[in-house]
């Protein structure tokens, strides 16, 4: 798994999740790596880290979320100065026919569905921070 040497090394990502077993999840593989874990459990602390926090490189976004779903806090971190060109890529159990489509037009380049296959998950990150 560790492809690259290295590559995702010293990048910091933001996983949003209001599980915090699928946050504990998806860190422990990106921990692995060497990357930098911030988390949020809703949509309103994620888009504050964003707007604080401009060491983060790439967000993982849960879609299914109460209050503001991963749908709209991906809008919403797209209409902040740096939001513009985050990658964020969207991350969801629930994967239904058009679902990968609506999270694009949302604002995510990419899509992932839980549960989120490790090997498949760092080539998505590195396809996406290691141009």
Known sequence: MHGDQRSLEGRKALIVDDDMRNIFA?????????M??????????????VEADPAIDIVLMDIMMPELDGLATIQ??????????????AVTAKAM????????EAGAWDYLSKPVDPMHLLAVLRGWLCR
């Open 97 to 104: 026919k058009g679902d990968r489509q609506k999270c694009i």
């Open 36 to 49: 930098i874990i911030v988390s949020a459990d809703n949509g309103r602390d994620a888009i504050r880290l």
């Open 26 to 34: 998806l860190a422990t593989v990106l921990d692995d790596e060497g």
């Open 76 to 89: 919403e971190i797209r209409k902040l100065p740096r939001g513009k060109e985050l990658p964020m890529v």
